[in-house]
């Protein structure tokens, strides 16, 4: 018993003794590898770190600690982005953030202190979840510049490539040319794209080139291939659209080092165009030696005094044969009285300088005959390589012996025929100064009867002009004075006034209608009449323009209607408002009056970005053959239609037509007698967006009680008128009848809320005061009051700082209108 306990013991011992052994040798193993492992890790030369799924460090090698050696804090328990970034977060688009979803790899680049960097981040996964990351920054600054440093080589490489006058490849070495590379100019002369050929995806090369060619170039390339030469060839290929182009190939097969065939690089070129111009110069050089060698005249080519080429009629010329004329200067068969004057020339002409192409000189011929040749020069940029001149002469020695005979019949008869010629002359002489005056009476006379017609015409029409011009005004003065001078001297009840008062308003309306008209005149006569755009809402023009003519549409039998409009989407338009008012007033206006029954029609359409206008009447009409007159300036139509007299100048038709040619439109009428007119206006359509209705001014006007303004006007007239009209309103009216006294009562009544400025006053005019106004005061509001009606004078007149204008004679409603907005707090 005490010996088995004693063996088991032993036994029991040696197990264990054993075991202690086994664990401690696993223990140093492991520990070793750990070991291994460590030095490995930290022997890398790529910053390493191992994260916590939160980005914490867990542990990093020395390129890791080194890369972050001019950061203080210890790299463990700290997180990656406090290290790398200095950042409080993540950063966006981080890979770690990105590789927690998508469980692989991800990357960014991260440039710091000008180096780029590739950061990495790969999960490190155990059961199925991420335990840790690897997080490896590498340093691929130097690869990046190899990168940038390809990508430049290889876009010089396709500049140079694209700029060829063809297209490059590289291909294998089998009957279908297989290509592996083939550079876009294959487009320009095949028709094909790269994409089509390369790898035979749609077609290959060998599909490209003509049949014929095809086993005659496979040939000659296996020859260069098995010699190693360099190939060259002219075949022809068919064009994607079908055509034949002839092109030239030059290639080299590529070998590595054991002499074995890589593949065939080469380039080809189109030379169709280049073998079109070669076979016309070949067969414009058996034209010209067909025609030389036909030709009576001497031909010859010479180059540095030496004859290069002469044809048959110059060896008869000359008497020497083919042979010795290619050895002879061209100056030794000259004579010696022409030989310096040739030889200067012919120099000259091969130095490109312009020389008299045609002359006559002597030769001399083999056998020491002179003949006389007329000779022909010209200049060759190119012979065989060389400036060449090339020469034609004919032999004009028995023209010369005759025209010197000639030339003696001639004098003879010359001075027969000068004596007749004398005799002649004078008759000539006498006769054309007889034709010619009376040419010039007879145009003197057209041009005296045109000149008196156009006189009494313009006599005529100045004549009417005036008339008119007195009538129109007269005839508004007689009711204004007339009226007027009533109601001051007698007294007349409140009905009676309203009347009178009535009539005088309509009457000075009539007046200024004339005026305007007139000067508008003016302005297009002088091309100052300019074009202002602004938006405006035509339905709402042409409703405004009837309501204004309402009381005369009264007057007669007759239904006005307007029959189309634009819709609400389309009617505000880019127009200027004023002209286009005053067109469509003075239409309507001419309607009505020459309209006794039935109706008066308006529409406005939109076609095909034109702007239609129609007004159509059931007047009296107007004669076919008379129509083309209405337009014209001081003619009335009631002056065409004589069983119709009518008031005006003649001047609302003529200023209709000039507007709608000002503002790119056209008119034209259609008329029958005794059925009525038709005027259509079409003009460019230019949409706008929607705009707000415009305020109805008729309303009760609300101005502030209490405000100071200051009215500067020369006119106690204009002064007096304006007092009357805010007499209702408690505002304090200060007044001043310059500019300079304008200023004053603004340094004395610095409380002064709208200033009403006057533009023409004496000693300061109204630009001069709102200028120095500014000064003092810039926020202060001044609306002019202005008699100018045009365009120039309102931009002048924003341009000084006026925040508005009043036109005179001035609108008790528009006053008030302006008064309301810039007296008002927060509404202008």
């Not at 590739?118 to 510049?145: A, Q």
């Not at 030059?250 to 074995?260: L, N």
């Amino acid at each position: 018993m005490t010996l088995i306990f004693s063996v088991f013991s032993f036994l029991f011992g040696l197990i264990i003794g054993f075991s202690f052994l086994y664990l401690y040798k696993k223990k140093r193993c492991i520990q070793k590898q750990a070991q291994n492992w460590l030095e490995t890790f930290n022997a890398i030369s790529d910053p390493i770190a191992i994260l916590s799924t939160e980005g914490k460090v867990l542990q990093s090698n020395k390129a890791m600690d080194f890369f972050n050696l001019n950061n203080s804090k210890k790299i463990t328990d700290h997180y990656c982005y406090e290290l790398i970034h200095k950042t409080k977060e993540h950063i966006e688009g981080c890979p770690l953030v990105r590789a927690k979803k998508s469980f692989h790899r991800e990357e960014m680049e991260l440039t710091i202190n000008n180096n780029i960097f590739l950061v990495s981040v790969d999960p490190i996964i155990k059961n199925n979840k991420i335990s840790s990351f690897v997080h490896i920054i590498k340093d691929i600054t130097h690869l990046k510049k190899l990168q940038n440093e390809m990508e430049e080589e290889k876009r010089k490489f396709e500049t140079l490539v694209n700029n060829l006058p063809g297209f490059v490849y590289r291909c294998a070495n089998d009957k279908d040319w297989t290509m592996e590379y083939i550079s876009e100019g294959v487009f320009a002369i095949t028709g094909y794209s790269p994409d089509e050929i390369i790898q035979n995806k749609i077609l290959s090369f060998n599909d490209i080139i003509a049949e014929e060619y095809r086993e005659i170039l496979w040939e000659k390339w296996q020859k260069v291939l098995n010699n190693k030469e360099t190939f060259e060839h002219e075949y022809q290929i068919i064009t994607k659209s079908g055509e034949r182009r002839d092109v030239w190939e030059r290639g080299q097969g590529i070998f590595d080092a054991h002499g074995h065939l890589l593949f065939l690089e080469g380039f080809i070129t189109d030379i169709t165009e280049k073998n079109k111009i070669f076979s016309a110069l070949l067969e414009s050089e058996e034209k010209f030696k067909a025609l030389s060698d036909s030709t009576t005249a001497s031909i010859f080519i010479y180059q540095d005094d030496n004859f290069v080429y002469v044809n048959p009629a110059t060896e008869q010329l000359t008497g020497y044969d083919y042979d010795e004329l290619l050895h002879t200067k061209f100056w030794d068969i000259v004579h010696p009285d022409y030989k310096e004057l040739v030889k200067e020339r012919g120099k000259m002409r091969l130095m490109g300088i312009p020389q008299p192409p045609n002359y006559d000189f002597k030769i001399i011929r083999k056998d020491g005959c002179e003949r006389w040749i007329k000779f022909s020069a010209g200049y060759l940029k190119n012979y065989k390589g060389k400036t060449a001149a090339i020469g034609t002469a004919i032999d004009i020695t028995d023209l010369i012996d005759i025209q010197s005979k000639l030339q003696e019949s001639i004098a003879q008869l010359e001075e027969g025929e000068r004596l007749l010629k004398q005799q002649n002359e004078e008759y000539l002489s006498l006769n054309e100064e007889l034709t010619q005056n009376n040419q010039r009476i007879h145009k003197l006379n057209e041009e005296l009867i045109k000149a008196k017609e156009k006189a009494e015409a313009s006599d005529r029409l100045k004549t009417s002009f005036l008339n008119n011009i007195s009538h129109e005004i007269r005839t508004p003065l007689n009711a204004i004075m007339g009226f007027s001078d009533l109601l001051s001297k007698r007294k007349v009840n409140e009905e009676k006034a309203e009347q009178y008062l009535h009539i005088i308003k309509a009457s000075g309306n009539h007046l200024l209608g004339v005026i305007t008209n007139i000067i508008n005149v003016a302005t297009i006569e002088a091309g100052e009449e300019k074009i202002f755009y602004n938006k405006t809402n035509i339905n709402q023009l042409i409703e405004n323009s009837i309501n204004s003519l309402a009381p005369l549409i009264a007057k007669k039998d007759v239904e006005f209607q307007f029959t189309e409009k634009l819709p609400h989407n389309k009617m505000w338009i880019l127009a200027d408002e004023t002209k286009l008012q005053q067109i469509i007033l003075n239409l309507i206006t001419n309607a009505i009056k020459f309209t006794e029954e039935g109706f008066i029609r308006i529409s406005i359409n939109e076609n095909n970005q034109q702007l239609i206008l129609k007004i159509k009447d059931t007047g009296i009409g107007i004669e076919e053959q008379l129509q083309p007159y209405v337009f014209e300036r001081f003619v009335q139509v009631s002056d065409i239609i004589k069983k119709h007299p009518s008031s005006g100048m003649g001047l609302g038709l003529s200023l209709v037509k000039s507007y709608v040619n000002l503002m790119g439109g056209n008119i034209s009428l259609q008329s029958k007698v005794g059925q009525g007119t038709e005027f259509t206006i079409t003009l460019p359509y230019l949409p706008i967006e929607e705009k707000e209705e415009t305020k109805d001014l008729s309303r009760h006007f609300i101005i502030p009680e209490n405000k100071k303004i200051l009215l500067a006007e020369d006119t106690q007239n204009n002064i007096d008128l304006i007092v009357e009209l805010l007499l209702p309103y408690k505002i304090e009216i200060i007044i001043a009848k310059t500019g300079l006294e304008a200023l004053e009562q603004l340094n004395h009544h610095p409380d002064i809320s709208l200033i009403l400025m006057d533009i023409k006053m004496p000693e300061m005019d109204g630009y001069t005061a709102c200028e120095e106004i500014k000064k003092i005061n810039p926020s202060i509001p001044i609306i002019a009051l202005t008699a100018y009606n045009n365009e120039d004078e309102f931009e002048k007149m924003k341009t000084c700082g006026m925040k508005g204008y009043l036109t005179k004679p001035i609108n008790e409603i528009n006053l008030l209108s302006t008064l309301e907005d810039f007296l008002t707090p927060n509404k202008n």
